[in-house]
């Protein structure tokens, strides 16, 4: 098929959904045309294999981590549906494509985690798609000003809108903040057991504790007590990101979270650098209750950096549920 007749096909496959009020439906043969040469995008990344070893680890710490890295996956899937829901309809449908341009377009969006490419300063890679800066965090094609406009009309609503861990949604005239362990709970109820699982794994108490308070966090979208909890652990084997911390999704406003994930095994040898550096700790707990959730992400950083742990990522292919 003719690049052409894709595009034709694409724009009246649009036209008819948008005629007839039905979602679009895709498929290997039918699916939105790149813009640009996404082959040519692809070649500017390089694979790094950094594969879960098992080596050093007991048996219940394997099984520790396999329940971490589940309780991430249902999380990523939340985050595609802040990210991009009609991007990851698309890359759901080409996932076991067999034709090359198909293969590209699905490894593209998972790169980008929508149809919206980063190197690009989030210009659309496929056709008929209107870049978003709210993502799917507000309503389609509402603007600053109108947010600001209605927040002036209503003061009582600010702080449900600019709330970081609501999506905004229009209700007739209104709108409305959504909180995200509401409008996320068919993936946050699972990633929630799934933590609860590891830390019932896990050797060490401290590190217990802080999964079973991240996992009510997730239920509550309150994450300091489990933030607290974090900043106290000492000289842990594990370590875990697993919430709504960056802002990146929100080119709107600039106050939304979006979920992330990583599970990390830190590197004994490399850590044993780390003599001298305990003052981190007391520095990250003189955060203010009343300080932001990005405030006390850069101190957690900071003490990141200053551990200088070498980390693990595990990755496991699986599509978002």
Not at 177 to 201: N, T
């Amino acid at each position: 098929m003719t690049k052409s007749r894709v595009l034709i096909l694409a724009a009246l496959g649009a036209i008819g959904a948008a005629h007839t009020g039905r979602a679009q439906q895709y498929s290997c043969s039918r699916h939105p045309a790149p813009t640009e040469n996404i082959g040519a995008q692809l070649a500017k990344f390089r694979p790094v294999e950094m594969p879960f070893s098992t080596a050093g680890l007991s048996d219940r710490e394997v099984r520790m981590v396999r329940k971490l890295v589940e309780a991430g996956q249902y999380l990523e899937s939340a985050f595609w549906r802040e990210s991009d829901p009609e991007g990851l309809k698309i890359y759901q449908a080409l996932a076991n494509c067999p034709g090359a341009g198909e293969k590209q377009i699905h490894h593209y969006l998972l790169i980008n985690g929508s149809r919206y490419d980063l190197l690009e300063g989030n210009k659309p890679f496929l056709a008929n798609t209107v870049y978003e800066p709210g993502h799917a965090l507000y309503p389609a094609g509402i603007t600053r000003k109108e947010i600001e406009d209605y927040v002036a009309a209503h003061p009582n609503k600010k702080a449900e809108i600019y709330n970081p861990w609501t999506v905004v949604k229009r209700k007739g005239k209104d709108l409305v903040g959504v909180p995200y362990h509401v409008e996320f709970r068919q993936w946050l109820l699972p990633a929630a057991k799934a933590l609860g699982d590891a830390a019932v794994l896990s050797d060490d108490k401290a590190f217990a504790n802080f999964l079973r308070l991240r996992a009510e966090a997730l239920l509550t979208d309150d994450y300091y007590k489990s933030d607290l909890a974090w900043v106290d652990l000492d000289n842990h084997k594990f370590d875990v990101i697993m919430a709504p911390y960056e802002t990146y999704l929100d080119d709107l406003l600039g106050v939304k979270t979006s979920y992330g994930t990583a599970v990390m095994i830190r590197n004994a040898g490399e850590s044993e650098h780390d003599a001298g550096c305990g003052h981190e700790g007391a520095a990250a707990r003189a955060v203010p209750q009343t300080a932001s959730l990005r405030a006390r992400g850069r101190f957690a950083a900071v003490r990141t950096r200053w551990r200088r742990t070498m980390c693990r990522r595990l990755v496991r292919a699986r599509p978002p549920r």
